[in-house]
């Protein structure tokens, strides 16, 4: 804590609305207790009032600022006992101190009301403005004797606050009519804070000049250090209790296990129209398993134990027998359910199981019989208490998840391994046009059509017969198609006429007979296959092909600057991976309802998905909860350093409660990615990031997600020389797809994966998998147009801030800075070879000097950078127009979206442009340290090596090593350019 200023935190308390009435007349009378760092403040009461307006300001002192971040203000409202006959609790807030402002930056911001149990009725929201005060010590002194009685007549109440919860309790027992648990239900831990400030909520102006934007970053940036009281590092994690069971980036959730496998019967007796369950029933809690006729269930449920209000259990057998009904003479049957029997067990004494121990055996237990029943019937179960780490959790019915729901069940899904597929049509001979006319005769057109499942593409056209055209048209032209494993079973290939559009006959070339290669050395064979026409034109002629799996290339499936995978598609060139990325998806807070529940009250039932590589991971989804915790931990392996983890949030919509009710669309509730060339190795991330959904209103704050990351690697070695090496696997360099063709391509495999994925179970729906892959980049956008200008004038303007400089320094505005400019440049002529050294020394020092204020935060989606804030109605409405337009006039219709196709080139122009220099920045301001650190050595040994070497002998040597033979030239990218592109850009921090 720094001596030379105090700290004091600053809480109004504005108003709140749409409190829950708990006086017995309708009304409520709320005063507000806050508490702070041990201290405890109050308001005044509102009599009578669900919206009471109370413009209270208090404070707290703040012992530590450093470590301020860390606390948790903890805001309660209650029903004043002096006037309403009792005191009752109408709501609570947390709020962590990372999103603690400074005054002058304060807004108003309203806080849902949340539980203090499961069985709490509560509802409305509180405003609040929190900033903290930073002053002198001299100035602060007197208020701090000011505070200390304060902080100890809130200790002095503790015994009264015990009392009053205890009588609270009490009257909500009585007015909820059931057993009141004051557990808090929000499990986010305390003094687990973010190890760095959540992005900023408030959009600003775009972006003009990159300079004003890093300024402002650094303001607002917290920097990331080992604190002894809070934040998450290695030294820690290694310590930590064994209860954790291998999930160390998240917090471990407790759950009651109970695992059902069967019942047995000692008596003879048999009914094959009755079926058996087993009931288990924890205080207010009830569950049942399915009914089964021979007694065999092997089930096993997770009960979250803060959610559990009795410490028995209670597991009973029962039997269901349809019976006829004899008072009417319609065969109508009523099912008649007898209790067999009944076990308890103290959950007090339940064994705590932690992997990698044995899972426990289940045993036979007796139930003691109700007394009309026979004796003799045996259960076997088994109970312990363990964590999410379990084995036997992602099989479990999970009460926080609803249940056995397939829709509501995480799940780790694969995409579908892609192929390039390349089909080289060469020629035709023997064509049998049909109608007895020679080929020479007719002077027809034909092309080459070929299909493989959905995708179709065509030759050029080429002629036959007549005075131009060839009997036997050739075309040696390529068709790349995207094969997914397990492959279509045929490729059709046909011939067709232009002028007539009748197919002249087809081929069936099986997919599973092609040859594989993996560069471009081996030629692969070409085949003559028979052309098939009609039923009386058995034979059309033939065709000669050439086809070949392309294992050498990647299938793009995403788009490019957010790749998560650039592996080729043959495993034989497939490298070991250079690291491990552990992500831990820890919760999220203050989410907006997505839909309403039976039509009264909002509600969110969210879910998140993981993407890197090939492997996306999917958490359960929590019902019903706006602070869901998932406290889940997922694994990849790494093969290049300069790839992006995409995380996204989505309500359920295909969960439905209502047997019969036709599921709806996942909605979207916002979006992180998270590049891994940005994250130190070995070190551990703990972020709240905001989410952010564009709509046509404009852009909407969903809530945050606490995300734990984690990338680590072994051999330092391996990750260096990962910079140097291509990006994209040989064959792109060697025989590059065209753009167009690679952006067509790019589309086709997006398809392929989203229709794969929606055939899973639970299904991974197409609105899930096509914003996780951002399959509508390439639409036009004047938002994403004017975002990518705006990255342009970033870059061109360091070109501008250097003229005015020089003019600066001819002006003689600062006379020191143009003398010493005066003697840099009388240096500079008189001894030119210190030109090059000089400057690689001046980038060394200014680079090191650079690294203490490097960013220390996860970079995420920015929402200024995005121009989400500076677009009118009118243009959202056309980035969300359909395409093609909506528009009635099918002459405008064509036109607008000609219009559109041509400017959406034109921002991938921009964004292309951008990125460039965007890259040259990364390498001087520590975006990738990595990359910076190893221009860092470059520039040392640059000086070096220049300064012994004369400056003519360098140019000379360059000159011709750049105008050396072609045969000495190499087909891949030299090593300078290789790093280069590797740089990281903004492009993928802007939000689509």
Not at 229 to 256: K, Q
Not at 588 to 613: E, F, I, Q, S, W
């Amino acid at each position: 804590m720094s001596e030379s200023f105090s700290r004091k935190l600053v809480v109004e308390i504005c108003n709140a609305r749409n409190l829950m009435p708990k006086d017995g007349q309708g009304t409520a009378s709320a005063y507000v207790l806050v508490d702070f760092d041990g201290q405890r403040r109050r308001t005044k009461t509102k009599f009578r009032d669900l919206n009471p307006q109370w413009d209270e300001k208090l404070e707290f002192l703040v012992h530590d600022p450093d470590s301020m971040v860390s606390e948790t203000l903890e805001v309660n409202v209650y029903n004043d006992k002096k006037t309403g006959k009792r005191s009752t609790f109408l709501g609570k807030v947390k709020i962590s101190g990372t999103t603690f402002t400074k005054i002058g930056s304060e807004t108003l911001v309203y806080y849902p009301l949340e539980k203090r149990s499961v069985f709490s009725q509560i509802k409305g929201e509180i405003g609040l403005k929190i900033c903290f005060i930073d002053e002198d010590l001299p100035a602060v002194a007197p208020d701090l004797k000011s505070e200390t009685p304060a902080d100890d007549a809130g200790a002095s109440k503790e015994e009264e606050k015990k009392e009053e919860k205890t009588e609270e309790k009490k009257e909500e027992e009585k007015t909820e009519k059931s057993p009141e648990n004051p557990k808090p239900e929000d499990p986010t831990p305390e003094k687990d804070p973010a190890v760095a400030d959540p992005p900023q909520e408030v959009v600003e102006k775009p972006p003009i000049a990159a300079a004003g934007e890093q300024k402002q970053e650094k303001e607002k940036q917290i920097t990331i250090k080992s604190r002894p009281d809070s934040g998450i590092n290695d030294m820690e994690i290694r310590s930590r209790d064994r209860t954790s069971g291998g999930y160390e980036l998240v917090d471990s959730m407790m759950y009651l296990y109970v695992r059902v496998v069967k019942a047995q019967r000692t008596d003879t007796a048999t009914d094959t129209d009755s079926s058996v369950y087993a009931k288990l029933v924890i205080g207010t809690h009830s569950i049942r398993t399915r009914s089964v006729q021979y007694t065999d269930w092997d089930e096993v449920f997770a009960l979250l134990k803060e959610d559990l209000n009795s410490t028995a259990l209670e597991v009973s057998v029962w039997t269901e027998k349809k019976v006829k009904d004899t008072n009417t003479d319609t065969d109508t049957y009523t099912n008649v359910e007898t209790c067999t029997g009944t076990v308890s067990f103290d959950l007090q004494e339940a064994p705590k199981r932690v992997p990698p121990d044995s899972p426990l055996a289940p045993q036979w237990y007796t139930l003691e019989p109700l007394p009309e029943n026979s004796p003799g019937n045996d259960v076997m179960l088994a109970v312990w208490v363990g964590t999410q780490a379990d084995e036997a959790f992602q099989e479990a019915w999970q009460s926080d998840s609803g249940g056995f729901v397939v829709e509501t069940r995480a799940k780790a899904y694969l995409s579908p391994k892609l192929w390039y597929l390349r089909l080289t049509v060469i020629q035709t001979q023997d064509l049998q046009l049909g109608s007895g006319a020679e080929p020479k005769a007719r002077g027809a057109e034909l092309y080459v059509k070929a299909q493989l499942g959905a995708q179709v593409f065509k030759t050029a056209k080429c002629g036959i017969g007549g005075l131009s055209g060839s009997a036997n048209p050739a075309w040696n032209e390529d068709l790349v198609f995207v094969a997914a494993e397990p492959f279509e079973p045929f490729l059709v290939i046909g011939v067709e006429d232009v002028s007539s559009g009748q197919s002249i006959g087809q081929a069936k070339l099986q997919v599973s007979s092609i040859d594989k290669r993996t560069d471009n050395q081996t030629e692969p064979r070409s085949r003559w296959f028979n052309l098939v026409g009609d039923e009386s034109r058995p034979y059309a002629g033939r065709i000669h092909v050439r086809a070949c799996l392309e294992g050498g290339y990647h299938v793009l499936d995403e788009a490019a600057h957010v790749a998560s995978d650039v592996r080729a598609a043959s495993k034989q060139l497939s490298k070991p991976p250079i690291g491990s990325l552990e992500v831990g998806i820890r919760g999220a807070t203050n989410l907006l309802p997505m839909k309403t529940k039976d039509g009264t009250r909002g509600t969110t039932d969210a879910y998140v998905v993981a993407k890197y590589g090939p492997k996306w991971f999917r958490t359960r989804t929590l019902i019903d909860r706006f602070n869901p915790r998932w406290n889940e931990q997922y694994t990849w392996d790494v093969y290049d350093p300069c790839t992006v983890l995409t995380i996204g949030v989505f309500d359920n919509g295909r969960y439905k409660r209502d047997e019969g009710a036709k599921p709806g669309k996942d909605v979207r509730m916002g979006k992180v990615r998270i590049r891994l060339s940005t994250l130190d190795t070995n070190r551990v991330y703990v972020n709240l990031y905001s989410l952010m959904v564009l709509h046509p209103c404009g852009a909407r704050k969903i809530g945050e997600i606490e995300i734990a990351v984690r990338f680590s690697c072994s051999s330092w070695l391996n990750l260096i020389q990962a910079y140097t090496s291509p990006m994209l696997p040989r064959m792109h360099y060697v025989r590059p797809l065209g753009p167009a063709q690679q952006d067509i391509l790019r589309h086709i495999a997006m398809r392929i994966v989203t229709a794969r994925l929606a055939r899973s179970e639970p299904p991974l729906g197409h609105e899930v998998v096509q914003y996780m892959l951002d399959s509508d980049t390439h639409v036009w956008s004047m938002r994403r147009s004017k975002a990518n200008w705006f990255r342009v004038v970033g870059c061109l303007s360091r070109a501008v801030a250097l003229a005015r400089w020089l003019e600066g320094v001819r002006t003689w505005v600062h006379p020191s800075t143009t003398v010493l400019v005066h003697m840099l440049f009388i240096m500079v002529v008189l001894c030119p070879h210190l030109i090059l050294p000089t400057a690689f020394m001046y980038l060394f020092f200014i680079l090191v000097w650079r690294h203490h204020y490097r960013r220390r935060i996860i970079a995420n989606i920015d929402p200024r950078l995005s121009y989400v804030d500076a677009v009118g109605p009118d243009e959202l409405d056309e980035e969300f127009d359909t395409f093609p337009a909506s528009c009635a006039a099918e002459k405008l219709r064509t036109r607008y979206d000609r219009l559109r196709a041509l400017a959406g080139r034109a921002q991938t122009l921009l964004g292309d442009v951008a990125a460039q220099g965007e890259r040259v920045e990364a390498l001087l301001n520590w975006r990738d340290p990595r990359a910076t650190g190893i221009f860092v050595v470059f520039c040392l040994f640059a000086s070096l090596v220049f300064y012994a070497i004369p400056l003519k002998a360098f140019v000379l040597g360059f000159g011709f090593y750049y105008l050396r033979h072609p045969r000495f030239r190499d087909d891949m990218p030299s090593v300078p350019v290789n790093f280069f592109r590797r740089l990281p850009s903004l492009s993928d921090r802007i939000l689509y």
